[in-house]
C-alpha cells in the first residue's frame, strides 16, 4: 500500500518535472540563458540536459529571430515607398515654422 502511494508521488513529480522542462523549452526561445537557469534551478537537472536545454533555445532564438527578420524584408520590399509617400503628401498639408537669429562676431 505505502509503495502504491510512492509511486503515485514519483509518477505526480516526475510528470511536473517534465512539464516544467516542457514548459522552459517552449518558452525558451523568449528568455535568457540565465533566466532558463533560474527557472529549472529547483528541478536539479543533469548538467547534460541542461546544457541540451540551453542549446536548444539559442538555436529556437536564431531560427524565430531569422524567420521574423525574413518576414518583416519580405513585407517591407513589397512597399512601393514613392507611391505611399504621394498619397501622404496629397491627403497632408505641411507646415514649417523656423525662427534664424543671426548676431554679430565677437
Do not use: C
Amino acid at each position: 500500500m505505502a509503495s502504491d502511494k510512492n509511486d503515485k508521488e514519483d509518477k505526480a513529480g516526475v510528470s511536473e518535472t517534465l512539464k516544467k522542462v516542457f514548459s522552459a523549452g517552449v518558452s525558451a526561445a523568449f528568455m535568457t540563458e540565465e533566466g532558463i537557469r533560474k527557472y529549472v534551478a529547483d528541478l536539479k537537472l543533469p548538467k547534460e540536459l541542461l546544457e541540451a536545454l540551453l542549446s536548444g533555445a539559442n538555436k529556437s532564438k536564431e531560427e524565430l529571430t531569422s524567420r521574423v527578420a525574413k518576414e518583416i524584408n519580405g513585407i517591407v520590399s513589397k512597399i512601393d515607398w514613392i507611391q505611399e509617400l504621394s498619397k501622404f503628401a496629397e491627403s497632408h498639408k505641411f507646415k514649417i515654422k523656423a525662427e534664424i537669429e543671426i548676431e554679430k562676431k565677437k
